[in-house]
């Protein structure tokens, strides 16, 4: 098939994509990004399982958690309120510019999806009518209905805002816990996430893992958090009663905060190089 003709088909597909039976959608993303059909009732790797969590996985504590500002309550009384980042404002809808007295340096968030965050590092950075505009553009989207997330799709869309961690021209580190059963396995790392993305991959002993997952990094070297020990058993805590959860963390200063729990990391839909690792992980997911 030409490539203007897969491109269009692709883009039809899309379309009607949310207005699909979700097992078809599963399908279709499975092979538009793995190149195969994703086994949904005897699923065997890391990705299939978080679509066969997509499908069947209806635990009500699911939507709690992946609930940027409902989440916290749960983490302060697990791990301590010294954990959480704290919540300036949140509401349904933007205030009226004169209310929007908020810190400077401080993140403008939506609590019902992903990768939906506005970063005002200064006074200049407060340009109302863009930021206006991309979140009414947050609130009417049903983000868990796009990748069938069904945990996102009963969360109450709602709005944020936490003081900014750390350099106020900068980002805190970013680790992810990926834990299964309770027992972490590897930690990622995300640096420069509004810039140059980069990302890695450790064990526990903090020792390079060796595989290419979303948005690889050139460095040779990054250096051990000083609070990687407590990040862990953190992670631990959260996770020890799901089959599998990324739980992330940021670190300032030495200092340990809670970021989210993550339920679908990348949909589902991203590719390991090597592709074993996949399957390895996929063992781990009992």
């Known amino acids: 098939m030409p490539t203007f003709l897969r491109r269009a088909a692709n883009a039809a597909i899309g379309r009607l994509l949310p207005f699909t039976p979700t097992r078809f959608a599963l399908y279709y993303l499975g092979w538009k990004h793995h190149g195969r059909i994703p086994n949904l009732d005897r699923p065997r790797t890391f990705n299939e399982k978080i679509a066969h969590r997509k499908l069947f996985d209806r635990d009500p504590r699911l939507p709690r958690f992946a609930d940027k500002i ?3 309550e749960h983490v302060a009384q697990v791990l301590g309120p010294e954990w959480i980042v704290p919540t300036v404002w949140q509401g349904r809808e933007l205030p009226p ?17 992903s990768g939906w965050n506005i970063f005002v590092h200064s006074p200049e950075s407060q340009r109302w009518d863009e930021i206006e505009r991309a979140t009414a553009l947050w609130l009417k989207q049903d983000y868990g209905r796009r990748k069938r997330e069904w945990a996102y799709t009963k969360i109450e869309p709602r709005l944020l805002v936490e003081p900014h961690l750390g350099d106020p021209a900068g980002f805190p580190l970013d680790l992810k816990v990926w834990v299964f059963s309770g027992k972490a396995f590897q930690i990622e790392v995300n640096l420069g996430k509004q810039g140059e993305h980069e990302q890695y991959f450790f064990d526990l002993d903090w020792n390079r893992k060796p595989f290419v997952y979303s948005r690889p990094g050139p460095r040779d070297y990054v250096p051990r958090p000083a609070s990687l020990e407590r990040i862990v058993a953190a992670g631990e805590r959260l996770g020890d009663s799901f089959p599998f959860v990324r739980v992330d963390f940021y670190e300032v200063g030495g200092r340990p905060y809670f970021g ?22 996929g063992r781990l997911w009992r």
Not at 263 to 272: E, K, Q, R, T, W
């Open 70 to 72: 409902l989440v916290k």
């Open 260 to 281: 989210e729990m993550t339920f679908y990391p990348n949909g589902g839909l991203m590719p390991f190089k090597p592709e074993t690792v996949d399957a390895e992980l």
């Open 97 to 113: 510019r004169q209310e929007r007295n908020w810190p400077i340096p401080s993140a403008l968030k939506a609590n019902h999806g």
